[in-house]
Protein backbone atom coordinates (compact mmCIF):
# COMPACT_ATOMS: atom_id res chain seq x y z
CA UNK A 1 0.00 0.00 0.00
CA UNK A 2 0.85 3.93 -0.21
CA UNK A 3 3.47 4.95 2.19
CA UNK A 4 3.23 8.46 4.01
CA UNK A 5 6.58 9.17 6.55
CA UNK A 6 6.41 11.73 8.84
CA UNK A 7 10.05 13.48 9.98
CA UNK A 8 10.90 13.90 12.79
CA UNK A 9 9.62 11.06 14.60
CA UNK A 10 10.09 13.06 17.76
CA UNK A 11 11.11 16.71 18.78
CA UNK A 12 11.95 17.86 22.50
CA UNK A 13 12.54 22.04 21.97
CA UNK A 14 12.38 25.12 24.67
CA UNK A 15 9.78 27.71 24.92
CA UNK A 16 9.42 30.18 21.97
CA UNK A 17 11.18 27.96 19.37
CA UNK A 18 9.45 27.09 16.00
CA UNK A 19 9.63 23.64 14.95
CA UNK A 20 9.10 22.30 11.49
CA UNK A 21 7.49 19.04 10.99
CA UNK A 22 7.75 17.54 7.28
CA UNK A 23 5.08 14.62 5.63
CA UNK A 24 5.99 12.96 2.19
CA UNK A 25 3.98 10.55 0.41
CA UNK A 26 6.89 8.03 -0.39
CA UNK A 27 5.17 6.50 -3.81
CA UNK A 28 2.58 8.41 -4.81
CA UNK A 29 1.31 12.14 -5.42
CA UNK A 30 -1.13 13.53 -3.10
CA UNK A 31 -2.79 16.61 -4.20
CA UNK A 32 -4.34 17.01 -0.44
CA UNK A 33 -2.88 16.06 2.94
CA UNK A 34 -4.75 16.80 6.35
CA UNK A 35 -2.72 17.60 9.56
CA UNK A 36 -4.32 16.02 12.95
CA UNK A 37 -3.41 16.60 16.31
CA UNK A 38 -4.00 13.65 18.89
CA UNK A 39 -4.00 14.14 22.53
CA UNK A 40 -3.10 11.31 25.06
CA UNK A 41 -6.42 8.82 24.77
CA UNK A 42 -7.82 10.87 22.81
CA UNK A 43 -9.61 10.83 19.23
CA UNK A 44 -7.77 12.76 16.12
CA UNK A 45 -8.69 16.02 15.87
CA UNK A 46 -8.59 17.72 12.29
CA UNK A 47 -6.16 20.62 12.44
CA UNK A 48 -6.10 21.66 8.53
CA UNK A 49 -6.80 20.47 5.08
CA UNK A 50 -3.17 21.51 3.01
CA UNK A 51 -4.03 21.38 -1.02
CA UNK A 52 -0.68 21.72 -2.81
CA UNK A 53 -0.13 25.19 -4.64
CA UNK A 54 -2.91 26.69 -2.41
CA UNK A 55 -3.22 28.08 0.91
CA UNK A 56 -4.27 25.49 3.83
CA UNK A 57 -7.71 25.50 4.84
CA UNK A 58 -8.08 25.34 8.61
CA UNK A 59 -10.22 23.71 11.25
CA UNK A 60 -12.54 26.94 13.38
CA UNK A 61 -10.47 27.42 16.51
CA UNK A 62 -7.03 26.61 14.92
CA UNK A 63 -4.61 29.32 14.85
CA UNK A 64 -3.15 29.38 11.37
CA UNK A 65 -0.75 31.99 12.16
CA UNK A 66 0.51 29.34 14.92
CA UNK A 67 -0.01 26.26 12.88
CA UNK A 68 1.81 27.21 9.47
CA UNK A 69 1.15 24.69 6.72
CA UNK A 70 2.92 24.57 3.44
CA UNK A 71 2.44 22.23 0.64
CA UNK A 72 4.68 23.07 -2.08
CA UNK A 73 4.96 19.87 -3.85
CA UNK A 74 2.60 16.51 -4.51
CA UNK A 75 4.96 14.61 -2.23
CA UNK A 76 5.78 17.50 0.71
CA UNK A 77 3.43 19.00 3.15
CA UNK A 78 5.29 20.49 6.43
CA UNK A 79 3.81 22.37 9.62
CA UNK A 80 5.69 25.22 11.28
CA UNK A 81 4.61 24.82 14.81
CA UNK A 82 5.93 29.08 15.73
CA UNK A 83 6.85 29.95 19.20
CA UNK A 84 6.52 26.97 20.72
CA UNK A 85 4.52 26.56 23.85
CA UNK A 86 4.53 23.59 26.53
CA UNK A 87 0.69 23.51 25.53
CA UNK A 88 1.40 22.53 22.57
CA UNK A 89 2.99 19.50 23.45
CA UNK A 90 1.11 16.52 21.32
CA UNK A 91 1.14 13.86 18.75
CA UNK A 92 0.75 15.13 15.24
CA UNK A 93 -0.07 12.91 12.29
CA UNK A 94 -0.44 13.91 8.85
CA UNK A 95 -2.27 11.86 6.30
CA UNK A 96 -2.43 12.13 2.32
CA UNK A 97 -5.69 11.01 0.37
CA UNK A 98 -4.92 9.19 -2.74
CA UNK A 99 -6.10 10.81 -5.24
CA UNK A 100 -8.88 13.70 -5.96
CA UNK A 101 -11.85 10.81 -6.49
CA UNK A 102 -10.40 8.43 -3.22
CA UNK A 103 -11.80 8.61 -0.07
CA UNK A 104 -9.04 6.47 1.66
CA UNK A 105 -6.10 8.90 3.54
CA UNK A 106 -2.90 7.10 4.14
CA UNK A 107 -1.58 8.56 7.33
CA UNK A 108 2.09 8.78 8.89
CA UNK A 109 3.16 7.34 11.77
CA UNK A 110 3.07 10.53 13.67
CA UNK A 111 5.84 13.21 15.52
CA UNK A 112 5.87 13.68 19.20
CA UNK A 113 6.55 16.97 20.08
CA UNK A 114 7.59 17.94 23.80
CA UNK A 115 7.78 21.41 24.20
CA UNK A 116 9.94 22.53 27.36
CA UNK B 1 -22.39 19.00 13.47
CA UNK B 2 -21.12 15.39 12.66
CA UNK B 3 -19.84 13.50 15.52
CA UNK B 4 -18.56 10.07 16.03
CA UNK B 5 -18.60 7.90 19.48
CA UNK B 6 -17.01 4.58 20.47
CA UNK B 7 -17.66 2.45 23.51
CA UNK B 8 -14.58 3.30 26.20
CA UNK B 9 -11.44 1.05 26.24
CA UNK B 10 -9.38 -0.82 27.12
CA UNK B 11 -10.97 -3.92 26.07
CA UNK B 12 -8.91 -7.03 27.20
CA UNK B 13 -9.71 -10.41 25.19
CA UNK B 14 -8.52 -13.40 25.18
CA UNK B 15 -7.10 -15.34 21.88
CA UNK B 16 -10.25 -16.53 20.09
CA UNK B 17 -12.75 -14.58 21.73
CA UNK B 18 -15.66 -13.00 20.06
CA UNK B 19 -14.83 -8.73 19.25
CA UNK B 20 -17.50 -6.48 19.06
CA UNK B 21 -16.10 -2.65 19.15
CA UNK B 22 -19.31 -0.37 19.08
CA UNK B 23 -19.46 2.97 17.38
CA UNK B 24 -22.54 5.33 16.59
CA UNK B 25 -22.69 8.40 14.31
CA UNK B 26 -24.32 11.68 14.22
CA UNK B 27 -24.34 13.28 11.15
CA UNK B 28 -27.17 14.49 8.59
CA UNK B 29 -27.31 12.82 5.07
CA UNK B 30 -25.29 9.72 3.68
CA UNK B 31 -21.57 10.11 5.31
CA UNK B 32 -18.85 7.14 4.38
CA UNK B 33 -18.17 5.36 7.48
CA UNK B 34 -14.27 4.04 7.83
CA UNK B 35 -12.36 2.04 10.62
CA UNK B 36 -8.92 2.74 11.17
CA UNK B 37 -6.75 0.17 13.12
CA UNK B 38 -3.43 1.94 14.62
CA UNK B 39 -0.87 -1.10 16.01
CA UNK B 40 1.95 0.30 18.48
CA UNK B 41 4.58 2.62 16.86
CA UNK B 42 2.98 2.58 13.35
CA UNK B 43 0.62 5.10 11.87
CA UNK B 44 -3.14 4.20 11.35
CA UNK B 45 -3.96 2.36 8.41
CA UNK B 46 -7.87 1.42 6.64
CA UNK B 47 -8.99 -1.66 7.83
CA UNK B 48 -12.50 -1.52 6.27
CA UNK B 49 -15.10 1.01 4.74
CA UNK B 50 -18.63 1.30 3.79
CA UNK B 51 -20.22 4.27 1.63
CA UNK B 52 -23.86 3.18 1.86
CA UNK B 53 -26.78 2.01 4.52
CA UNK B 54 -26.61 -1.92 4.60
CA UNK B 55 -23.29 -1.74 2.95
CA UNK B 56 -20.81 -4.51 4.61
CA UNK B 57 -16.97 -3.68 4.98
CA UNK B 58 -15.11 -6.45 5.49
CA UNK B 59 -11.14 -7.24 5.61
CA UNK B 60 -8.89 -9.91 7.68
CA UNK B 61 -11.40 -11.21 9.19
CA UNK B 62 -13.04 -8.05 10.92
CA UNK B 63 -17.05 -6.72 9.47
CA UNK B 64 -19.04 -3.96 10.43
CA UNK B 65 -22.30 -3.14 8.74
CA UNK B 66 -23.35 0.33 8.32
CA UNK B 67 -26.71 0.94 9.76
CA UNK B 68 -28.75 3.88 8.82
CA UNK B 69 -31.88 3.19 11.04
CA UNK B 70 -29.52 2.89 14.55
CA UNK B 71 -26.73 5.17 13.00
CA UNK B 72 -23.93 2.74 13.94
CA UNK B 73 -20.97 0.56 12.58
CA UNK B 74 -20.26 -1.36 14.64
CA UNK B 75 -16.89 -3.47 14.36
CA UNK B 76 -16.37 -7.02 15.13
CA UNK B 77 -14.42 -10.56 14.59
CA UNK B 78 -15.38 -14.12 15.61
CA UNK B 79 -11.92 -14.61 17.01
CA UNK B 80 -9.66 -12.34 17.73
CA UNK B 81 -5.43 -12.74 17.77
CA UNK B 82 -3.03 -11.65 19.93
CA UNK B 83 -1.77 -9.81 17.00
CA UNK B 84 -5.10 -7.83 16.74
CA UNK B 85 -4.41 -5.77 19.91
CA UNK B 86 -3.95 -2.21 18.62
CA UNK B 87 -6.37 0.80 19.09
CA UNK B 88 -9.18 0.75 16.69
CA UNK B 89 -11.11 3.94 15.08
CA UNK B 90 -14.14 4.75 13.77
CA UNK B 91 -14.52 7.43 11.57
CA UNK B 92 -17.20 9.39 9.45
CA UNK B 93 -16.03 11.36 5.93
CA UNK B 94 -17.62 12.90 3.01
CA UNK B 95 -16.13 12.82 -0.20
CA UNK B 96 -18.39 16.53 -0.53
CA UNK B 97 -16.35 17.76 1.84
CA UNK B 98 -12.75 17.54 0.62
CA UNK B 99 -12.23 13.91 2.17
CA UNK B 100 -12.19 15.73 5.78
CA UNK B 101 -12.77 12.51 8.20
CA UNK B 102 -14.13 12.78 11.55
CA UNK B 103 -12.42 10.32 14.11
CA UNK B 104 -14.26 8.76 17.73
CA UNK B 105 -12.01 8.40 20.31
CA UNK B 106 -10.13 5.22 19.75
CA UNK B 107 -10.68 2.24 21.47
CA UNK B 108 -7.68 -0.09 22.61
CA UNK B 109 -7.82 -3.65 22.47
CA UNK B 110 -5.93 -5.79 24.10
CA UNK B 111 -5.70 -9.53 23.52
CA UNK B 112 -3.87 -12.03 25.82
CA UNK B 113 -2.98 -15.68 24.52
Known amino acids: GAVVSQHPSWVICKSGTSVKIECRSLDFQATTMFWYRQFPKQSLMLMATSNEGSKATYEQGVEKDKFLINHASLTLSTLTVTSAHPEDSSFYICSARAGEGSETQYFGPGTRLLVL | GDSVTQMEGPVTLSEEAFLTINCTYTATGYPSLFWYVQYPGEGLQLLLK?????DKGSNKGFEATYRKETTSFHLEKGSVQVSDSAVYFCALGRYNQGGKLIFGQGTELSVKP
Open chain 2, 50 to 54: ATKAD
